[in-house]
C-alpha cells in the first residue's frame, strides 16, 4: 500500500532581524515590542493537517521534526514525501531533499505551500529535477488524490486540528492552545501585486467548505474542546463573500445547543469585502475579531482594489471596535510611492486606526507574483540568502528610495509609537 510522509522544515528554523522565531507569529508579529506584555505563542501548519485528514493512503505528518527524527522517517521508505514549508526555509528543505534522494532513493519528493511557489519561479529546471519530483501550486487536497489515483471530487472533510495560542511568557512558558481552524477556502482574485496567495491559486478563489459544514464543524469544536476561546475560519477574504458569512450567521443565531453565547469566530477582510455590511449585523453572525490588510493610507490610490470602499480603513477600523470586534491589520513600509515625507505619514495614520493588535513589515517581491516579475525586469532584484526574502528578512531588492536598514528601522519605530500611544495589546 502507498505510504506518505508530510513535514515541515527541520529544526532550528533561521532568525531574522529582530531575532524572534518563524513559528511565534505573536512575539514575531502581533504584539511585538511592547515590552513585557510581547506575548508568545505557537502556530501549526494547518495545510498538511488537511491533506492528511482527505487522502485514503496512510500518512504520517511531522510538524518542526528534529533532523535526527526525520531521517529516522525517511529511513522506513515512504513512497511519497511531501515537504510544505515558506520561502525563508528553502536552504533546510534543500537539505532535506538531499537526504531523501540519498537514504530512500525510491522516494518521490512533493514540494508545497508558499515556498514551493519560490522555489519554482527561482530555479532552472535542472536544478528543481534534481531536487523533487513534484511541485504542489494550488490546493493540496486535489493535488495529492490526482497524484495518489483517488477521486479528486470525494468530499473534504475537517476534523480535530491542533490547537494554538498566545500568552505571556512570564506568566505560562508553553502558552496552552485554544484556537482552532476551519479552512473555508483558498485564494484571492483581489489581484494585490505582491500576493503570493493570489498567484498560488491563478486569481481564484477555491472554496473547501460550505457554510453547513462550517456550522457544525465550529460546533463540534466547542462541543469536543469546551475551554476554545475562538474558531478561524480561514479564508483570505472571507468577508467577501456576505451569502456564506449571513448563512453561517443564521445558523448561529438558531442554535439551541450554543448559539451566540458561544460560538464566535475569527476571520480575515478588507476594506472593500467589509463596506458591503451593515456593521450592526456582524456582531449577529459571531463575528468576534478580524484581519484587515490595510497596506498603506495611499494603497486605494495606487490601484489596490482590497483597500477601496466609501468608508476609510480608519473609520472602518472603529466602527468595528465600537461594536465589540477585535481588529487585527498590518502595515507595509517600502512600496515605490513611499518617499521620507509620505511614509512618516503612512505610520501615524496607521497608528491612528488604533488596532487590537497588528503588523508592521516590509514589501517583499515574493518570488513568482507580479511585482517580482517586475521589479527582476527593472534589474532590482538580489540574490539574497533566503531567509532575507519575508516580512522581517530585507525584501531582497532595490527599495527606490530607502535602503533596507532603514526600512528595519522604520518598522522598529512604528511598533514603539504604537505601543506608546495605545499601550499593550492585552
Known sequence: MTKVLFTTPCQPFPVQFNNVSLTDQASQRFTQQQDIFTMSGHVHCYGMHLIAQNISAPSIYLEYPTWDYFEKEVRKGYDFVGIGFF????????DMCKMIRKLSPQSK???GHYGALAFNAYYPEDFKKEHCDYIC???GVYFFRQLLGEPVDAPISQRFFPRCGDGFPWLDKHAKGNTTFIIAGLGCPSGCDFCATTEMHANQRVQLFTPDKIFETMKNIFRTQPDTLCVIVYDEDWLKYPEEVREVGRLIQEDT??????LNWLGLSSIESLSQYDFDELPLTGFKNTFIGIESKFAPQEGYQKRTATLGAKETIHTLQDRGIATTGGLMLGFDFHDRVNIQEDINYYVACGLTTHQISQVVPFPGTPLWYRLKEEGRVFDVPWIEVGFYGGGGYKYKNFENHELQALILEGYRRFYETWGPSA
Open 87 to 94: 520561502q525563508t526555509c528553502t536552504d533546510i528543505v534543500l
Open 109 to 111: 519528493i512533493v514540494l
Open 137 to 139: 501550486i494550488g490546493e
Open 257 to 262: 445547543e450554543f448559539g451566540l453565547r458561544k
